[in-house]
């Protein structure tokens, strides 16, 4: 709260979580709100999950029957003693009957009492106390023989499997349905940029193509004199789908060898696990000829401008809009740059405290990036008004390492600014000045996905460098025309719902307010401006956006992950009208989420198509040979991917997901009522036991795909497959409709649920877990897969790119996909085998004591 009474809103990024290393930050003014117990890392640290395995829970069913058996014997053994001793009560005692110490005999009842107790301490062998003790030992033995299994050894990655729960060893043996993610836990992760489109133009990049199919990263040294897979063309014939190619491979750092020594490789692989996404295959960008001719030709263009001081409107649409995808590549993303070779060094500043600060004013003003940069005319680091500026940076002050963080030496930053002119680029002898440092080669990019470090690296093989990043500034080195920098304003991050994100910038050359987005096209095409048909202009660019939604379902059909690129100019009326509300909401105590979310709706629309990218992603080893395996084990397997629905299908046919003699159910709904009319539909056709009927087309858009590929009495057709994507997936999964939806996903060998939120993964899991009671395991490598890991009954975690969220809550962690089929098959059947006989052992050997 300032002195005039505004007050600026915190977010979670203002929050430095205990543990957490903060960089190149000289001071931070904060103030302490949780400390000891209280803190994120001790309410989390509870210790490993307790789970019961399903044997357990049996067990312990079983040894209240032996309770309740004891106890019956007990009691039967109890009446019939004092029915025995009744029948004395007028004859003769017994001889074996001792009378107590007054010389009288125990009553009926009184014996009976007695006898009771006397045969529980009897009969009490038959409940198996010491199995619970012997159980412990065998799990314990069960857990380190896993350890030390060599075949869940990963040696690109150094690291093994990992069991964090003791205790469900042996349900890994009675496993039924198995939920996998498909990027990164089926895919590599490792995003390679193929192909794109830009203004309806489509650029193949050919040459590229043929370099990933003759690039082959050979795991060591043996391997490339003898390779275990077979060649090249055997590992693709078996691991490939029509329209998809899929060439297994090792981590990048394996390169390294080929070309120098193993020490070379070892102080590459060591460099390589502080970057992020940072294999050759992934940065070594062939160019697309026609498409760097043009990028040059625009380069030279802007350059002829800016010496003429024309403004950009003169550009042909074409080249304005290849220049914009470029920047747009390049700037629409939170990578931050590094210099890999130099040690990051402590901030300098150029100033003394030598008074404290007593005002969050006084603070600002001594921080602020303004101040730090001396001799700076640089109209875009004045632009901002003062309130604005300290707005922003209050948000900033308290981040840790979030997206807006640079990794840059201020330095570097002093060095930009101080070359800027007054129109946001630098001369030539500035460019000059930044290569003494660390040259574009030696830039490395940190990114939170592989999605964005594929497209800056794509942008940099055209000549569109991301240089550096600032919190408040993008740098940006272009032919022809040097560094330019980009004011960021306003940087809205993706999330699950809007499917996309955002960044708001002041272009140095045209000082106008740009709106750059990149998103699923799903969405991003919904937010287009609409195209009159009476303006030329408008039914261009229509057969524009329709030329690249082709396009887009031809990279689907190639198994490419595919991203939609778009822009929009505001007025700055527009922009002072939505920079109000969006204070307004990120200063807003209540509802803030959905304020924030609502305000990038407002200035996420009437946006303008760009191009569209198309990026690879490769299978790992082995996974279409372990779902196989997997399959022929009676387990049935659904994938539930965030992917557009054409890339999931192809993906899911190259890792034999998906067969070709199998029947595909396609559900895509606009309503629940038609969702609802689909899915009786389906249900009446596969009950009839696969009739050549073809499901008729419900009202409303709607795709519904049933060809049999044999004739109905082939005995090939005893599998089915179902593909639903995200939106029909809502419907299915309300409470009116879940039941039909499990009675057709039960009775289909494979499911693939596309599109689909972490939520919608974990309500699938636990739809199959309540309603048949099968014992499901679930498999992630990402944060968005956290929720479907800790809801199965056994969560399994990758240690992947994406960090080690799906690891921390999972029961076991694997360094591959592969690895599964071993884990499941060998060591969960002989965990519950051992176990089991080891159980029965114990109840007949007590029951014989008896």
Not at 77 to 93: D, M, P
Not at 211 to 232: F, V
């Amino acid at each position: 709260v300032h002195k005039s009474g505004k007050k600026d809103g915190l977010f979670k990024e203002n929050l430095l979580l205990r543990g957490c290393t903060i960089r190149n930050t000289e001071e931070v003014a904060g103030i302490v709100i949780y400390a000891g117990h209280e803190t994120k890392a001790l309410l989390n640290n509870n210790g490993p999950r307790y789970k019961r395995s399903k044997l357990e829970r049996q067990m312990n069913a079983d040894v209240l029957w032996c309770v309740l058996i004891l106890l019956i014997m007990c009691l039967f053994s109890a009446i019939g003693h004092g029915l025995w001793v009744w029948q004395y009560a007028e004859k003769k005692k017994p001889f074996f009957d001792v009378p107590g110490p007054d010389g009288k005999y125990l009553s009926p009842v009184l014996a009976s009492v007695y006898l009771f107790l006397t045969v529980i301490i009897v009969f009490q062998v038959m409940i198996p106390i010491s199995l619970y003790v012997s159980i412990e030992i065998v799990k314990i033995c069960q857990v380190y023989f896993i350890h030390q299994d060599k075949d869940l050894y990963d040696e690109e990655t150094d690291s093994q499997l990992q069991c964090r729960a003791l205790n469900i060893t042996e349900d890994l043996g009675q496993v039924q349905f198995i939920f996998s993610d498909k990027t990164g836990t089926l895919t590599e992760n490792k995003m390679v940029f193929r192909r794109c489109t830009v203004s309806g133009i489509e650029y193949s990049h050919d040459d590229n193509a043929k370099r990933l199919a003759m690039y082959q990263e050979p795991d060591s040294e043996e391997d490339e004199a003898a390779p275990k897979g077979g060649t090249l063309s055997q590992r693709d014939s078996i691991c490939s789908h029509q329209s998809i190619k899929v060439i297994h491979r090792s981590q990048s750092t394996k390169t390294h060898r080929r070309t120098g020594s193993r020490a070379e490789a070892k102080r590459a692989s060591i460099l390589s696990k502080h970057t992020a996404f940072s294999s050759p295959m992934e940065k070594d960008i062939t160019p697309d000829p026609s498409l760097l001719e043009k990028v040059n030709e625009c380069a030279k263009h802007l350059e002829v401008m800016r010496s003429h001081e024309q403004p950009l409107s003169h550009l042909s649409p074409e080249l304005c809009d290849i220049f914009d995808f470029f920047i747009a590549l390049t700037i629409c993303n939170t990578v931050v740059v590094t210099a890999p070779n130099q040690p990051r060094q402590k901030v300098r500043d150029r100033f003394e405290l030598k008074s404290p600060v007593k005002t969050i004013e006084d603070f600002i003003r001594r921080f602020t990036p303004s101040r730090l940069t001396s001799g700076s005319n640089s109209s875009s680091s004045s632009s901002l008004a003062t309130s604005k500026s300290m707005h922003r940076f209050g948000l900033s002050v308290l981040s840790s390492t979030s997206t807006d963080s640079t990794l840059l030496k201020l330095e570097e930053k002093l060095t930009y600014s101080a070359q800027m002119n007054n129109n946001g680029y630098s001369t030539q002898q500035g460019r000059t000045a930044v290569g003494s440092g660390p040259g574009e080669g030696e830039l490395r990019y940190e990114a939170e996905s592989p999605d964005e470090a594929a497209l800056v690296y794509a942008a940099r093989a055209y000549n569109c460098s991301l240089v550096g990043r600032l919190s408040d500034q993008v740098s940006v080195e272009l032919p022809h025309l040097g560094t330019l920098s980009f004011e960021v304003l306003h940087t809205l991050g993706f999330d699950s719902v809007r499917k996309r994100m955002s960044v708001v910038v002041r272009h140095p050359l045209t000082d106008e307010i740009n709106v750059y987005t990149k998103g699923a096209d799903s969405v991003i095409m919904d937010l287009l401006l609409p195209c009159s048909s009476d303006d030329p202009r408008g039914k261009h660019q229509k057969k524009i956006q329709s030329k690249t939604q082709n396009y887009l379902n031809l990279y689907a059909v190639d198994g490419l992950r595919t991203l939609c690129i778009a822009k929009r100019v505001l007025s700055k009326e527009e922009y002072a009208c939505w920079l109000k509300s969006h204070l307004e909401a990120e200063s807003s105590i209540e509802n803030r989420e959905e304020l924030l979310f609502q305000s990038a709706l407002r200035i996420e629309k009437n946006l303008h198509l760009l191009g569209a990218t198309g990026i690879e992603d490769r299978l790992q080893d082995g996974v279409p040979e372990t779902i196989a395996n997997l399959r022929k084990a009676g387990l049935q397997i659904w994938v539930l991917t965030g992917d557009k629905q054409e890339t999931a299908v192809n993906i899911a046919y190259a890792c034999k997901l998906l067969d070709h003699d199998e029947e595909i159910i396609t559900l895509n709904a606009e309503s629940p009522e038609t969702c609802a009319v689909l899915l009786e539909q389906c249900l009446q056709c596969v009950e009839s036991k696969f009739s050549n009927t073809t499901i008729d087309e419900a009202a409303g858009n709607m795709i519904v795909g049933f060809t049999p590929l044999y004739p109905p009495s082939s005995p090939v057709l005893s599998s089915l497959g179902l593909v639903i994507d995200g939106r029909t997936l809502a419907y299915a999964l309300e409470p009116t409709l879940e039941d039909k939806f499990l009675a057709l996903a039960k009775r289909c060998r494979s499911v693939l649920c596309c599109r689909s939120t972490p939520l919608q993964k974990s309500m699938v899991v636990k739809l199959v877990r309540d309603k048949l009671k099968a014992m499901t395991l679930a498999i992630g490598d990402g944060a968005n897969d956290v929720s479907m890991i800790q809801v199965a009954d056994v969560g399994v975690g990758i240690s992947g790119q994406e960090g080690m969220q799906a690891v921390m809550a999972s029961d076991f962690a694997i360094p591959r996909f592969r690895h599964l089929e071993k884990l499941l098959l060998v060591h969960g059947h002989w965990c519950y085998s051992r176990l089991a006989n080891m159980v029965l052992y114990f109840f007949y050997k007590n029951a014989v004591s008896v």
